[in-house]
């Protein structure tokens, strides 16, 4: 072999082919190098979202743990409220007494209840007396969103004080504290004229905790009879009040003392109410206007008994 083809010989491993092979066995050198530091970079991620999650929950428990708490209301349940006020009470202030007893409309009498009654007492043709009485009942249960019952039923009390003190056609409207009736009452009491008579009405608002009790009474002479009188009714309606407080406590597992053991009200602030179901005081008829369909019959009955 001659010299220059042993050079040639010599030189092949560096040929184009040769440099190729050489990059391709360096590269397949590489990859597990780069595999490696893949799975690394991989565990540093996993171990940065575990404790991405660990911080997240721990915020969360914290966050639910600030949230605001309001304490548990009172009272959790109502009487029954036709069943809340004596016989001897009802025998008293309405004519036929517990007999004419009528229910309101509640879905959930735990938390709203109303009974009203009515009576006649008719005299011929020395006229008649009308009485009308309706004792209604709405509790607040405390809820985060909307605060403490007590204060739900603070603020609900001022609403109807407001509401008995507007009301359309009241005449000779005075508002005045009731003492030892639940934590708080006041006494609204107004004239109001119909045609079958002019109505003297006398409401009481009492809240005891988180329930508020609203007391309608009113009484009219008719046919001719004379009209009775506002402090009267105005005795009855407190008296009423402080009878159907203490039947909460009762509901509710007490002796019914916290009927006597609340201070005055002088309240007459203004408020919004703080439910829904706000309405429900009103038990379905405003004052003097309920009793007005019945009291025309009676005054008919009682012209035809004088005609007679």
Do not use: I
Not at 158 to 164: F, G, L, N, S, T
Not at 198 to 211: I, L, P, S
Request: hydrophobic share 35%.
């Amino acid at each position: 072999m001659s010299e220059g083809t042993m050079q040639r010989a010599q030189r092949a491993p560096h040929s184009p082919r040769a440099k190729r092979l050489n990059r391709v066995l360096a590269g397949a050198t590489a990859v597990p190098v780069l595999f490696l530091a893949a799975a690394c970079s991989s565990d540093s991620g996993s171990d940065a979202d575990a404790k991405a999650s660990a911080s997240a929950s721990a915020s969360a428990s914290a966050s639910a743990s600030a949230s605001p708490t309001v304490p548990a209301a009172k009272y959790a349940k109502l009487p029954e409220a036709c069943k809340a006020l004596s016989g001897k009470t009802l025998d008293d202030l309405v004519p036929g007494g517990a007999k004419s007893a009528k229910e309101g409309s509640s879905s959930d009498v735990s938390t709203r209840a109303s009974c009203s009654w009515n009576g006649l007492d008719n005299n011929g043709v020395k006229g008649s007396q009308y009485r009308w009485l309706n004792v209604s009942l709405l509790r607040f249960a405390s809820d985060p969103a909307r605060g403490a019952g007590e204060e739900q039923a603070r603020t609900y009390f001022r609403q109807q004080v407001q509401d008995a003190q507007a009301e359309t056609g009241a005449k000779n409207t005075k508002a005045q504290p009731v003492s030892r009736t639940g934590d708080e009452a006041t006494l609204v009491r107004y004239e109001l004229k119909k045609k079958e008579g002019v109505f003297k009405q006398q409401t009481v608002v009492a809240r005891v905790a988180n329930v508020v009790v609203t007391v309608d009474y009113n009484g009219a002479g008719l046919a001719g009879d004379k009209s009775p009188d506002a402090d009267d009714l105005a005795a009855s309606a407190e008296k009423v009040a402080k009878e159907t407080v203490a039947a909460v406590a009762k509901a509710n597992g007490e002796g019914g003392s916290s009927a006597d053991s609340a201070s005055p009200s002088a309240s007459k602030s203004s408020g919004s109410s703080a439910s829904p179901s706000a309405s429900a005081g009103k038990a379905g008829a405003s004052k003097g206007a309920s009793p007005s369909a019945s009291a025309s019959a009676s005054a008919s009955a009682s012209a035809s008994a004088a005609d007679s």
